[in-house]
């Protein structure tokens, strides 16, 4: 033993620790915003799409479901300069992230649309709704509803991943304690900083995301 | 030193596979009875051991797995004692899973109907063999296609080991690439032996899965 906690330094850096933080937000929040959009499209290219579409939509689930975060961010970071596209790597990561998090989006989604039973869809045909009626009321919003809490944990997963970003120098909240503890040496108590920022983001996304469910359907038939 | 990536290279990240299934293999062994206990602690009716169980839980859950690495990793040295890599990684990797496999489990228990223990009781079983020739055999059933699945995730996740410098699958293709200057093919040959070992593991589990079902 004999060793003296010193958590001082860590929160000298303060402003540092604050600015990864910001920046894990907006990367959370951009992420699950293209990773949801990519999610609906495969989601409904893998339904009402062509046997073509269908295929593509399961391969483009299948490889990203099967192979890990870490390798799909190098590929997406060695792999745009080699096609010509330089891009500063917040984008960089919001690109990698949001084609990891589409693809377990669009298996959720897929779930949930094939969970409204046909019948549904008909009595929404004989009601005379439009084809994008029935979509929208008849089909996503309760199908939605039916998944929100695996959406709500794959949400939750996807922002305690967006650490995985620092190890392609993204400057989120792990990258700045990386930073930190490089200046400071003290890497178990910035590591425990972290560990509880992170702890705390994760229950208040599972707050907000509560009460998102509250608002979004907030007509619950009995 | 930089070299041309040559024929050599493919099969050293072959090589580097056994690591990533050691590691899973080790992560699961150390995982699992933890897991186990967090299950049948989730299942009593005591409420504190209840709320404990639901506690670690959260707790793991809700810190990105990287940090449950740094802090073994880290944590270790400070109480003075000095141990290897691996064992740093595999201690995180235990506790990752433990909550993961914990909560998979004690979800099968619950899904047990209360009917169950009331028939096996009425028939005159003890609590043990309630659980060992009524609960257990259904609540595995129940249980294997998730952690099936589970063991897939974690199989991905070894890969985070390579930040703290284990010699997986991943880190040997960090080196590689390092050596060679072609980082892009060969995170691609990486990439294409995780789903090599990944997508069997997803169509077993989803076959044990239907196979569920259908016999319902």
């Given at each position: ?34 990773g949801f959009v990519i999610g609906l499209c495969v989601a409904v ?154 702890l705390a983001l994760a229950l208040l996304l599972r707050l907000l ?14 | ?216």
């Amino acid at each position: 033993m004999g060793y003296t906690f010193h958590f001082r330094d860590v929160f000298a850096a303060q402003d540092a620790l604050l600015h990864g933080l910001v920046l894990t937000l907006q990367l959370t929040g951009t992420t699950i915003l293209f990773g949801f959009v990519i999610g609906l499209c495969v989601a409904v290219a893998s339904v009402y799409g062509s046997t073509g579409a269908k295929r593509a939509a399961r391969a483009y689930v299948e490889l990203i479901r099967n192979t890990p975060l870490l390798v799909q961010l190098f590929v997406v970071f060695f792999g745009l300069p080699s096609i010509g596209v330089k891009l500063d790597v917040i984008p960089v990561a919001t690109i990698g992230l949001a084609i990891n998090l589409g693809a377990y989006t669009a298996e959720i989604l897929r779930a949930g649309i094939e969970s409204i039973p046909r019948s549904q869809v008909e009595a929404g045909i004989a009601l005379g709704l439009t084809r994008s009626q029935i979509f929208r009321h008849v089909v996503l919003i309760p199908a939605l509803r039916n998944v929100y809490p695996s959406l709500t944990s794959q949400f939750i997963l996807l922002m305690l991943a967006t650490s995985v970003a620092s190890q392609i120098a993204a400057p989120e909240l792990f990258y700045a304690g990386s930073i930190i503890q490089s200046r400071t040496y003290r890497d178990f108590e910035v590591y425990t900083v972290i560990a509880v920022v992170y702890l705390a983001l994760a229950l208040l996304l599972r707050l907000l995301l509560a009460l998102g469910s509250r608002l979004l359907f907030r007509r619950r038939r009995r | 030193m930089i070299r041309d990536l040559s024929w050599v290279d493919p099969l050293y990240l072959v090589f580097a596979l056994r690591w990533t299934i050691l590691l899973t293999l080790l992560a699961l062994a150390g995982g699992a009875p933890i897991g186990l206990l967090v299950a049948s602690l989730g299942n009593t009716s005591h409420a504190t051991s209840r709320l404990a169980s639901r506690a670690y839980i959260g707790l793991v859950q809700g810190i990105p797995l990287l940090a449950w690495l740094f802090l073994f990793f880290f944590g270790f040295p400070i109480f003075g004692i000095d141990v290897p890599g691996w064992l740093a990684a595999t201690c995180g990797f235990s506790v990752y899973s433990s909550a993961f496999l914990g909560e998979i489990w004690r979800g099968a228990l619950q899904s047990i109907p209360r009917t169950q223990w009331e028939a096996s009781a009425s028939i005159g079983m003890s609590h043990v063999e309630q659980l060992r020739y009524v609960i257990i055999p259904q609540a595995i059933r129940i249980a294997t296609p998730p952690t099936v699945g589970f063991i897939m995730q974690l199989i991905k996740n070894t890969s985070l080991a390579a930040v703290i410098g284990f010699v997986e699958l991943t880190r040997e293709g960090q080196m590689t690439a390092a050596a060679t200057l072609a980082p892009l093919s060969v995170y691609l040959m990486v990439g294409a032996l995780y789903f090599a070992l990944c997508y069997p593991l997803t169509v077993y589990s989803r076959f044990l899965e239907r196979r569920l079902h259908g016999a319902r």
